[in-house]
């Protein structure tokens, strides 16, 4: 249903049997395979039940809202301080009637559900507890970049969100420090798909309606690499945390 949703409201195709088809397609086969790991409903059910049940401190939750945007605001207002232009976002000619505000709103209510919810319960409710129990945070970062990389390199070259070369590679590396705040904040709030849901809505969101500039691009990169050498995301995390 999410797939199918993504599909009618993000690229305007028609209601159909074709598109009810091509959405239970890439979505009820990963569905079933998973659910067989998790044993069933009742598996499925304890593995969501974090997306409902808040855990960690609530801070982190308020983290997640305001992280992204805040780097972007703050390297803008750097970049105009050192006098550099920059361009500002523009809004699509569907939501300039709801003004900044409703269109930033909306914006982050409808990647919540596709982007969010979705992607989130795979990467990071599913991938990155299984990796941790072998490996660092630093390793399962790394893993999971390059499952970003491969799920999102299709999508630039096969017309759903077409790029340029050189655009695309740099949104892949852009992931990788994306990759380390993602897993700090799953671990911060002890496993919380709802935090990393709402960071990933965030991040989507920001990047939507502020531009990025090489500023922000450095204060993401600073904040990346503070958390990987404050919580030694080198290490591996003790059993049973």
Do not use: K
């Not at 690499?225 to 404050?230: E, Q, T």
Request: proline letters at 6%; a positive charge; aromatic letters at 10%.
């Amino acid at each position: 249903l999410l797939v199918t949703l993504d599909q009618v409201l993000n690229d305007g195709r028609p209601v159909s049997a074709l598109t009810v088809a091509a959405g239970a397609a890439a979505g009820l086969m990963p569905a079933l395979v998973v659910s067989r790991v998790y044993g069933g409903a009742r598996g499925v059910r304890d593995h969501l039940s974090s997306l409902v049940t808040p855990r960690g401190a609530a801070a982190y939750c308020v983290l997640a809202l305001f992280l992204f945007a805040g780097l972007w605001s703050f390297g803008i207002a750097i970049s105009l301080a050192l006098g550099q232009r920059v361009e500002p976002r523009a809004l699509q000619p569907a939501a300039a009637p709801l003004g900044a505000g409703g269109s930033v709103a909306l914006g982050f209510c409808y990647t919540l559900l596709p982007n969010g919810l979705s992607e989130e319960v795979g990467w990071h409710g599913f991938a990155v507890p299984r990796l941790q129990v072998r490996h660092s945070p630093l390793v399962a970062s790394l893993v999971v970049w390059t499952l970003w990389v491969t799920w999102h390199l299709p999508a630039c070259f096969g017309g759903f969100s077409p790029q340029r070369p050189l655009d695309a590679l740099a949104e892949c590396l852009l992931m990788l420090p994306v990759a380390f705040v993602f897993t700090w904040l799953y671990n911060r709030t002890q496993g919380s798909l709802l935090a990393v849901a709402l960071l990933h809505a965030a991040l989507n969101t920001a990047v939507a309606f502020l531009p990025m500039t090489l500023a922000g691009l450095v204060l993401l990169l600073l904040f990346a690499s503070s958390i990987v050498v404050f919580d030694r995301m080198w290490r591996r995390r003790p059993v049973g945390r």
